[in-house]
T-cell receptor, first 117, second 117 residues
């Protein structure tokens, strides 16, 4: 029973390049959340998606960032023309359609550490 | 205004003693959930404990208990019999709305706990 998978675990990009982060939710989960953790800070919500729909993108920067969760395949967080300030850990979490109320509602992946040189 | 406040950037405790990590929250939603996560130096997010706003009793999970004081809007984490492996960053988080609606988590800035031998 695989958990939430993220790849790559570490990604190095030069300024101006594109970064693509992938998240495969747990089996049977149809909700995906992306969070960003800057150094020495807590996680900040970016976007919430269901299959083929963006439900809440209020935490996404207005430019260069986009996310998708297609009908087939993983969710993708895409950062175009990366800058040094994009260096952070990016976490994906998934949840089932109906959470059980036990609190273990969002299962986190191991994160992708993005370093922009 | 901060939705989740963790006032202790760092805490120290002797092995085998108990420690309380503070968390206060701010919401006008009558339905919400409070979470604690542990983030060791390896970086993954580990779910520890959950308290629903309508739960009558304080949540407990092994050595972890949540001191939920609704009127004060506080949800402090108590770790009993601290172990060296408890040394990590601890995050308090809140989900507003019912768990069945699917909703993002808002995190505090975290408390770095160090357990001394």
């Amino acid at each position: 029973n695989a958990g939430v998978m993220q790849n790559p675990r570490h990604l190095v990009r030069r300024r101006g390049q594109e970064a693509r982060l992938r998240c495969s939710p747990m089996k049977g989960h149809s909700h995906v959340y992306w969070y960003r953790q800057l150094p020495e800070e807590g996680l900040k919500f970016m976007v919430y998606l269901q299959k083929e729909n963006i439900i809440d993108e209020s935490g996404m920067p207005k430019e260069r960032f986009s996310a998708e969760f297609p009908k087939e395949g993983p969710s993708i967080l895409r950062i175009q023309q990366v800058v040094r300030g994009d260096s952070a850990a990016y976490f994906c979490a998934s949840s089932p359609r109906r959470a059980q109320g036990s609190g273990n509602e969002q299962f986190f992946g191991p994160g992708t550490r993005l370093t922009v040189l | 205004a901060q939705k989740i406040t963790q006032t202790q950037p760092g805490m120290f405790v002797q092995e085998k003693e108990a420690v309380t990590l503070d968390c206060t929250y701010d919401t006008s939603d009558p339905s919400y959930g409070l979470f604690w996560y542990k983030q060791p130096s390896s970086g993954e997010m580990i779910f520890l404990i959950y308290q629903g706003s309508y739960d009558q009793q304080n949540a407990t999970e092994g050595r972890y208990s949540l001191n939920f004081q609704k009127a004060r809007k506080s949800a402090n984490l108590v770790i009993s019999a601290s172990q060296l492996g408890d040394s990590a960053m601890y995050f308090c988080a809140m989900r507003e709305g019912r768990e069945t609606s699917g909703s993002r988590l808002t995190f505090g800035e975290g408390t770095q706990l160090t357990v001394n031998p």
